[in-house]
């Protein structure tokens, strides 16, 4: 072992520089991926951001090949296309004119339902990861397999529900009582918004 006195070995500097540059690299890998995943967890249809003006979401919904795209009274967006090869209905709502909200009802057979879930549910799961929160149950006298699945649904006895939560924002999937497979979207301005919406109702009476 060198002395007290003794200078470093000057022999592992190139391998202490070369763990110091193996290092940096990992951290910097590190980084780009948590950049990128928190880049993902803004939950956003199409790719319009919140915040968004009604007439830049009508331009990108245009774009992105949606169709007979209006505007009504309280200056919300209903829009018409496909996704998955279903028919979807869809509403853009707005918050002190930007987006706050975004509703998807996909158009499947009865039959299809549960399916068509599935389908859209892997997707948001590809695009956003594992959800907070999944509920399939059926209540009595329903239950799953017997045959009856869509009845069960149709009644509310049958619930098929999943969803994710980042930041205050909203990711809902559900199969509705029409057997329609909702997907509803929600920024953090939305509850505030809703609220508003529900007094300006109550004002009338």
Avoid at 49 to 70: C, E, H, Y
Avoid at 125 to 135: D, E, R, S, V
Avoid at 158 to 179: A, K, R, Y
């Amino acid at each position: 072992m060198p002395g007290a006195g003794s200078t470093p070995d000057l022999r592992a500097l190139p391998r202490v520089v070369a763990h110091n540059v193996v290092m940096r690299r990992v951290f910097l890998t590190l980084l780009a991926i948590l950049v990128c995943v928190s880049a993902q967890a803004s939950f956003v249809f199409s790719d319009i951001p919140w915040n968004t003006q009604a007439q830049s979401v009508m331009k990108k919904l245009k774009d992105a090949g949606f169709k007979q795209i209006r505007k009504d009274k309280q200056g919300d967006i209903t829009f018409r296309g496909t996704l998955l090869g279903h028919d979807a209905a869809g509403m853009a709502m707005f918050a002190e004119g930007r987006l706050a909200k975004v509703l998807v009802m996909l158009s499947t057979p009865d039959e299809m339902a549960r399916e068509g879930y599935t389908q859209v549910r892997d997707v948001l799961i590809t695009k956003y990861g594992q959800p907070a929160h999944t509920t399939v149950t059926f209540l009595e006298p329903f239950h799953q397999g017997d045959g009856y699945e869509a009845e069960a649904i149709r009644s509310g006895k049958g619930i098929f529900v999943t969803q994710w939560n980042e930041d205050g924002e909203q990711l809902i999937l559900n199969i509705t009582s029409s057997l329609a497979v909702a997907v509803t979207y929600e920024s953090p301005d939305w509850a505030a918004e809703l609220e508003r919406r529900k007094s300006k109702g109550a004002a009338a009476f």
